[in-house]
């Protein structure tokens, strides 16, 4: 008995024709996905709680190729889309960078415990001819990232965040009209004028876009007409009900209005590459 990463523990020689691989997924949601692909669902507890890995969802890993280092690893996991895995949740955004787990274990004997092969993050969820393809790197590619501040004339803070320091409030709204994946009316409690929740988002709370990621708001009426920068996955339908929340253009003069210039995080006054690239024009 060998003791792996992450408490899981397993017998490095278990028949090889009796392994199965496990896979687990913990969404941003508190959502767990659990798949494998065996031919019928295994009930299994990594320490944090049992989960029921489901044999359904078809399932096909590739080929593990585990770095050493600090370089990452990485594996792609494909199956079709279905109740496990939805095109709207995919495409929606649900599954990136999902906390993910890649394990096998003696299907016939669940008691000899599990072997790590994989700990990281999906850093790419996909849909392509009804099927579904998920990257998932392990934690040792952060390293590979770049990470700090870059210098802008715009804010880098995210509206109503602890660097923002602005408490801002959604509004609880219910869609009442469709007129496609970009465009809806909604009905609301209160008074906003026009324009007052561009550059905000949309987060769907019931239906079928519950859970995907906010969506830009490209413009809104008084009247309750959203129109969004990008498409969502599917027309939302009557009845859906989402938070809207309020935008920051991100410049100086926006953290003005909202009288919070003393958190304002861009650089404006900064010259820029064309200032640097001068040089002096005699007679000019």
Request: net charge negative; charged share 20%; proline share 4%.
């Amino acid at each position: 008995m060998r003791t792996l990463a992450n408490g899981m523990k397993g017998h490095l020689a278990l028949d090889a024709q009796k392994r199965c691989m496990m896979i687990r997924l913990d969404l941003a949601d508190g959502t767990v996905l659990a798949v494998t692909d065996h031919d019928n669902d295994i009930s299994f507890d990594l320490g944090d709680g049992a989960a029921t890995y489901s044999a359904g969802t078809g399932i096909m890993p590739s080929d593990l190729e585990l770095a050493t280092g600090l370089s990452g690893s990485d594996i792609e996991i494909t199956g079709p889309i279905g109740d496990d895995v939805s095109r709207i949740g995919v495409i929606g955004g649900r599954y990136t960078d999902a906390r993910a787990r890649v394990f096998q274990v003696n299907w016939s004997d669940l008691a000899n415990g599990a072997i790590a092969l994989l700990s990281g993050f999906v850093t790419k969820a996909d849909v392509s001819g009804g099927q579904f393809s998920f990257t998932i790197s392990s934690d040792a590619a952060k390293y590979g990232q770049s990470i700090g501040r870059v210098i802008s004339a715009y804010c880098d803070a995210d509206f109503g965040d602890a660097r923002c320091g602005l408490v801002i409030a959604p509004l609880a709204a219910t869609v009442t009209a469709v007129t496609d994946e970009r465009a809806f009316t909604v009905s609301f409690s209160g008074t906003y004028a026009d324009d007052y929740f561009n550059k905000g988002t949309v987060s769907f709370v019931t239906g079928a876009l519950a859970g995907i990621r906010p969506v830009e708001v490209f413009d809104w009426t008084a009247a309750g007409v959203v129109t969004l920068w990008t498409a969502l996955p599917e027309a939302p339908q009557v009845g859906d009900t989402l938070e809207i929340s309020q935008g920051c253009g991100k410049t100086r003069a926006d953290c003005l209005a909202f009288d919070n210039v003393i958190n304002f995080r861009g650089f404006p006054d900064v010259p820029g590459t064309d200032q640097v690239l001068r040089y002096p024009n005699p007679g000019g």
